[in-house]
């Protein structure tokens, strides 16, 4: 069994001092998020071993700050920022994803962008949890993690449509369910 956890980058300001988007950093919202979506995975273990991070800076952010609410409860992974995440299409991401056995990692994170994460978040989802599958299709926002478990042995198994999504959150939805 493989646990892949999806995770959208946090909200960010709308321009960067520099002009690239690559710089675009965190705002107020998504620091707060990022906190509270990394709280939310330190209380819902399996954590993942593995993290494959965007160079982008509002990525790298937000998988620091999700960390840092998280850390206290979890081992910390093996994190590796890869430039193929950055603007990465579904079947990008999908074949970064299957990169994850050289590492024999049971439990993995993307964080990454959309339209790229929603699409692929879409694409994975074949069974699971029925009102977050609804909830997905709308959109994969900021600071939303999508967890989906894979039977097989390795990652090369991963396909569309063989995902079953175990849970969709994000800060808003933890809003809305009073916190879990």
């Known amino acids: 069994?493989?646990?892949l956890?999806?995770?959208?980058?946090?909200?960010?300001?709308?321009?960067?001092?520099?002009?690239?988007?690559?710089d675009r950093r965190l705002d107020d919202r998504g620091h707060k998020d990022a906190g509270e979506i990394g709280g939310w995975m330190g209380r819902h273990p399996p954590f993942p071993d593995l993290v494959m991070v965007s160079p982008a800076v509002r990525a790298k952010q937000t998988w620091e700050l999700a960390w840092e609410a998280m850390k206290d409860r979890a081992?910390?992974?093996?994190?590796?920022?890869?430039?193929?995440?950055?603007g990465a299409?579904?079947?990008q991401l999908l074949r970064a994803i299957r990169t994850a056995?050289?590492?024999?990692?049971?439990?993995?994170?993307?964080?990454?962008?959309?339209p790229g994460m929603h699409e692929l978040a879409l694409a994975l989802t074949g069974s699971g949890d029925a009102s977050g599958r609804r909830a997905l299709t709308d959109n994969l926002p900021t600071s939303g993690l999508a967890v989906f478990e894979f039977a097989?042995?390795?990652?090369?198994?991963?396909?569309?449509r063989r995902g079953r999504l175990v849970v969709f959150v994000s800060p808003k939805l933890l809003k809305q369910t009073s916190g879990d």
């Open 5 to 22: 956890m999806l995770l959208r980058h946090a909200k960010t300001e709308h321009d960067a001092p520099s002009g690239r988007d690559r």
């Open 101 to 114: 056995c050289a590492t024999d990692a049971k439990r993995l994170m993307l964080v990454g962008h959309n």
């Open 89 to 91: 299409g579904p079947m």
């Open 75 to 86: 081992p910390p992974p093996q994190v590796e920022f890869m430039p193929e995440l950055y």
């Open 152 to 160: 097989g042995g390795d990652w090369n198994d991963v396909a569309f």
């Open 1 to 3: 069994m493989r646990r």
